[in-house]
């Protein structure tokens, strides 16, 4: 059976493709020119490098785009599902107002141990709130205290629960608050057919469930692999 495509637009209504190909000269000029990553920052990506699923690492560019948002929005309450090693939660944290908030949920307690010792070296480890658990239940029990109280959530977690995840952060996110969900473009294998395998289509489900929203505004930005900025409306 073939994936649930959407129907592609008639021939003199598509628009103009003037989105680069990103071959890996481009990237390396793009970081060059456009990244500033922080020594604590690079350092843990080298560290994060020596894992055989360091590919889950966020890249540069990506955790720079998160921690510029964040310094756009000023949040007060940000919950992030999925650490990894905590390059992403690294970044948030520097980012964000010293009265700010940032939980982080992460299954693997190996991940959280790195992710918390850099956040220690930064002297942010006080703004950060870590659960070593699976997300479902946490965000679950957040519902009865937290909900519509967070101003920033980002979601960077295994894909078999994606639906999920993304349905309870837009009750945990407040009206006018920032959802940004990685991994969107899932290496472009979304866009190709023959890829019918379980997290191809759930990203592709995904996709289409946000574009059909009418609670929200979005954007999939085709940095890093595809992240998806989604603006619940008031």
């Given at each position: 059976m073939?994936?649930?495509f959407p129907k592609p637009l008639p021939e003199d209504d598509k628009p103009t493709n003037r989105t680069i190909n990103v071959d890996d000269r481009l990237?390396?000029?793009?970081?060059d020119v456009s990244v500033r990553e922080d020594d604590l920052l690079r350092a843990l990506r080298r560290e994060t490098a020596q894992y055989h699923m360091a590919r889950m690492q966020l890249s540069p560019e990506v955790g720079q785009l998160l921690a510029l948002?964040?310094?756009f929005q000023s949040p007060k309450k940000i919950?992030?599902?999925g650490v990894f090693t905590g390059y992403s939660t690294l970044s948030m944290a520097m980012a964000m107002p010293n009265n700010a908030q940032l939980i982080a949920i992460e299954k693997k307690q190996?991940?959280?141990d790195i992710a918390t010792r850099?956040?220690?070296q930064a002297g942010v480890i006080d703004r950060v709130t870590t659960y070593c658990d699976k997300a479902l239940p946490v965000m679950t029990s957040f519902l009865d205290t937290e909900r519509e109280s967070f101003d920033f959530i980002f979601i960077d977690a295994d894909k078999q629960n994606l639906l999920a995840y993304y349905q309870l952060a837009k009750q945990l996110l407040r009206p006018g608050g920032c959802l940004l969900i990685d991994n969107t473009l899932w290496w472009g294998n979304v866009a190709d057919e023959s890829f019918t395998d379980k997290d191809t289509k759930i990203?592709?489900?995904?996709?289409l469930t946000i574009h059909k929203d009418k609670d929200v505004e979005l954007s999939l930005i085709p940095i890093g692999d595809g992240l998806t900025l989604v603006?619940?409306?008031?």
């Open positions: 073939l994936p649930n990237y390396q000029y793009l970081v948002l964040i310094k919950l992030e599902i190996m991940w959280l850099y956040l220690e990203v592709r489900e995904l996709n603006r619940k409306n008031t």
